[in-house]
């Protein structure tokens, strides 16, 4: 039977193309989104219209009853979830002095309490099969801190710590959580830099260019696997050396 992945915001970017990935690979994906219903129902239409099993499911993961009812409806449509990937995910540039807390509230709500939400919803599901694979997108910016990202940046060391603890608690459950921390990637989360700011920015990178959202696909994929059976609490770094 297909095995089943659950991707929150995929509607865009990084979860698109993992959408798109697992999708050929003959999974049943679910395609969540937010605001982008347009994005998202294309991909779904074109993905379905070559054969594959997508749908899509319009939830904001900071809430916690939309997060519910996602899970509900997946596990009713396919009867199960296999793979959960935290990937929705939004970013605020500004001083520290100049960050609301309002804007605060928001990136924490969306980038760390969605993937918590979102574990706590799909987790019965898997122990109750003694199996499943998370997979959180962090950022190396969890990692190592950036200057005027001192929101996003928490949210994804938060995101880090979540993993590690969570791996811990569900390992007895043969459930393994990981975390990826993506370093610079083509994607419009990108789009507020200019092309100068672009080009001085990979000039630091090791491996000298911006990574992509299939890069980072690929990565999912591999710890969705059995290949990763015995990997847990592990934060992979697809960053082209920027963080080492
Ligand atoms: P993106 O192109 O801006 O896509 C973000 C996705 O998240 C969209 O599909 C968006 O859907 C969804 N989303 C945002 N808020 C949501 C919410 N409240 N509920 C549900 N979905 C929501 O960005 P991306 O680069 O692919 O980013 C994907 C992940 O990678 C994020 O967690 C990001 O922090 C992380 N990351 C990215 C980079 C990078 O350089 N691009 C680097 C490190 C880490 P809607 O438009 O439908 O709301």
Same mark, same amino acid.
């Not at 990692?143 to 929101?151: K, M, T, Y």
């Not at 975390?179 to 789009?191: D, K, Q, V, W």
């Given at each position: 039977?297909?095995?089943? +992945?659950?991707?929150?915001?995929?509607?865009?970017?990084?979860?698109?193309?993992?959408?798109?990935?697992?999708?050929?690979?003959?999974?049943?994906?679910?395609?969540?989104?937010?605001?982008?219903? #347009?994005?998202?129902?294309?991909?779904? #239409?074109?993905?379905?219209?070559?054969?594959?099993?997508?749908?899509?499911?319009?939830?904001?993961?900071?809430?916690?009853?939309?997060?519910?009812?996602?899970? *509900?409806?997946?596990?009713?449509?396919?009867?199960?979830?296999?793979?959960? @990937?935290?990937?929705?995910?939004?970013?605020? #540039?500004?001083? @520290?002095?100049? &960050?609301?807390?309002?804007?605060?509230? %928001?990136?924490?709500? @969306?980038? =760390? *309490?969605? +993937?918590?939400?979102?574990?706590?919803? +799909?987790?019965?599901?898997?122990?109750?099969? %003694?199996?499943?694979?998370?997979?959180?997108?962090?950022?190396?910016?969890? %990692?190592?801190?950036?200057?005027?990202?001192?929101?996003?940046?928490?949210?994804?060391?938060?995101?880090?710590?979540?993993?590690?603890?969570? $791996?811990?608690?569900? $390992?007895?459950?043969?459930?393994?959580?990981?975390?990826?921390?993506?370093?610079?990637?083509? &994607?419009?989360?990108?789009?507020? =830099?200019?092309?100068?700011?672009?080009?001085?920015?990979?000039?630091?990178?090791?491996?000298?260019?911006?990574?992509? $959202?299939?890069?980072?696909?690929?990565?999912?994929?591999?710890? $969705?696997?059995?290949?990763?059976?015995?990997?847990?609490? #592990?934060? =992979?770094? @697809?960053?082209?050396?920027? +963080?080492?």
């Amino acid at each position: 039977m297909a095995k089943t +992945v659950l991707i929150t915001g995929s509607s865009k970017g990084i979860g698109a193309a993992t959408a798109i990935l697992f999708a050929t690979k003959g999974y049943n994906v679910v395609i969540n989104y937010n605001n982008s219903y #347009q994005s998202a129902s294309l991909l779904c #239409q074109s993905l379905v219209s070559n054969g594959y099993s997508v749908m899509t499911h319009k939830a904001n993961v900071a809430n916690r009853l939309e997060v519910e009812l996602m899970v *509900k409806e997946t596990l009713y449509k396919f009867g199960s979830i296999d793979i959960l @990937v935290n990937n929705a995910g939004i970013a605020h #540039q500004g001083l @520290v002095t100049e &960050t609301d807390e309002i804007d605060f509230d %928001q990136i924490i709500d @969306v980038n =760390l *309490k969605g +993937v918590f939400n979102c574990c706590k919803a +799909v987790i019965p599901s898997m122990v109750s099969k %003694q199996s499943g694979k998370i997979i959180n997108i962090s950022s190396m910016w969890g %990692q190592v801190g950036a200057s005027c990202e001192v929101a996003y940046s928490a949210s994804k060391a938060g995101v880090i710590g979540l993993t590690k603890a969570l $791996a811990k608690e569900l $390992a007895p459950s043969g459930i393994t959580v990981n975390a990826i921390a993506p370093g610079l990637i083509e &994607t419009g989360m990108n789009s507020n =830099l200019t092309v100068e700011e672009l080009a001085e920015f990979v000039e630091t990178i090791p491996l000298g260019r911006m990574g992509n $959202a299939d890069e980072i696909a690929a990565a999912i994929e591999f710890l $969705a696997s059995d290949k990763s059976d015995y990997i847990t609490g #592990q934060v =992979l770094g @697809v960053n082209g050396g920027f +963080v080492i």
